[in-house]
């Protein structure tokens, strides 16, 4: 059975950082060209915020460039997404995903083989 597990969400202020970690199991990590980091709070349409490919290739949504560094371990199986300089707009439930084949990314992740996390809720204020 493959799991993605999220951890690392909380409540800060406005300004400061969180670390999310999904840690992956079930599947080998490294033969998933395209993990990826989303976002969806109520009412609102999933986001893709950032994500990587096998090689390291990274992509990220307009709004958290410059804030937000994803990485991947894949000899650990774990995806990270480094947030730094945090906004209360950045509140939302963040999921972690998975995508096997070549293409990498954000509206490929609507088709194909996909994995999706629970979620770990981020809550910023002001």
């Known amino acids: 059975e493959v799991q993605l597990v999220e951890s690392g969400g909380g409540s800060v202020q406005a300004g400061g950082s969180l670390r999310l970690s999904c840690a992956a199991s079930g599947l080998t990590f490294s033969d998933y060209y395209c993990m990826a980091w989303f976002r969806q709070g109520p009412g609102k349409e999933r986001e893709g915020v950032a994500l990587i490919s096998r090689e390291g290739i990274t992509t990220y949504a307009d709004s958290v460039k410059g804030r937000f560094t994803i990485s991947r371990d894949n000899a650990k199986n774990t995806l990270y997404l480094q947030m730094d300089s945090l906004k209360p707009e950045d509140t939302d439930m963040y999921y972690c995903?998975?995508?096997?084949?070549?293409?990498?990314?954000?509206?490929?992740?609507?088709?194909?083989?996909?994995?999706w996390g629970e979620g770990t809720l981020v809550s910023i204020s002001s």
């Open positions: 995903a998975a995508r096997g084949g070549d293409l990498c990314y954000f509206s490929a992740f609507s088709k194909g083989r996909l994995y």
